[in-house]
């Protein structure tokens, strides 16, 4: 069973860093993209960029870069989006997703983490 | 960037009958290599992660029950589902996801029973 398994909530300062991991199974890992997607509370859902764990060719909303960085372990399979400065508005869940350029895009999406900033 | 407008923002249907949810892109999301169109509908009920229902437009996801249908092509595309269930209330997205990045969803539409 194709499945990924996102790390647990996190409750941060303004400021601080922070690195969420996504773990995949059940697939070739390195043979299809991950996307990370952003919904704030009570809002929609933006997609935040893609990464490649083959080749780690990144590809970012221009909205979200130079926010966030995203990055793979291909020895472990596990994806991670991080940022080195929190700010209140990066409060949100974030879902990976495994993803299809061309054929059926994000087909598998993890159980989300909540990152909550608050001083 | 291309825009996905998505009408109603809601609406409210009696079960059984039939929902019918709209998509405009402001921009083609025909991908020429494989002639077709990259439009995806996602299914989010309360406390869940999305969920693929629909891709290429048209083509149901493995596992996902045929009252879900999609149609449209080009710059407007449509989410229909036909006998609605209690289970199908939720908040439908659409999404392009042509070649280019970025990929942009729509404002999503709540799905009520009346």
């Known amino acids: 069973e194709m499945q990924l398994v996102q790390s647990g909530a996190e409750m941060k300062k303004p400021g601080e860093s922070l690195k969420i991991s996504c773990k995949a199974s059940?697939?070739?890992?390195?043979?299809?993209?991950i996307a990370w997607v952003r919904q704030m509370p009570g809002k929609g859902l933006e997609w935040m960029g893609l990464i490649y764990p083959g080749t780690s060719e990144t590809k970012y909303s221009p909205t979200f870069e130079g926010q966030v960085t995203m990055s793979v372990d291909t020895s472990t399979s596990i994806a991670y989006l991080q940022w080195s400065g929190l700010k209140a508005s990066d409060s949100a869940i974030y879902y990976c997703?495994?993803?299809?350029?061309?054929?059926?895009?994000?087909?598998?999406w993890g159980q989300g983490t909540t990152v909550t900033v608050s001083s | 960037d291309i825009v996905m407008t998505q009408s109603p923002d809601s609406l409210a249907v009696s079960l059984g009958e039939r929902a019918t949810i709209n998509c405009r892109s402001s921009?083609?999301?025909?991908?020429?290599?494989?002639?077709?169109?990259?439009l995806a509908w996602f299914q989010q009920k309360a406390g869940q992660p999305p969920k693929l229902l629909i891709y290429w437009a048209s083509m149901r996801e493995s596992g996902v029950p045929d009252r879900f249908s999609g149609s449209g092509s080009g710059t407007n595309f449509t989410l229909t589902i036909s006998n609605l269930q209690a289970e199908d209330v939720a908040v439908y997205y659409c999404?392009?996801?042509?070649?280019?990045?970025?990929?942009?969803f729509g404002q999503g539409t709540k799905v009520e029973i009346k």
């Open positions: 059940g697939y070739l890992f390195n043979s299809y993209w």
């Open positions: 921009q083609s999301v025909l991908y020429s290599p494989n002639n077709k169109n990259h």
């Open positions: 997703a495994k993803t299809s350029m061309v054929r059926n895009g994000m087909d598998v």
């Open positions: 999404q392009q996801y042509t070649f280019t990045p970025p990929w942009t």
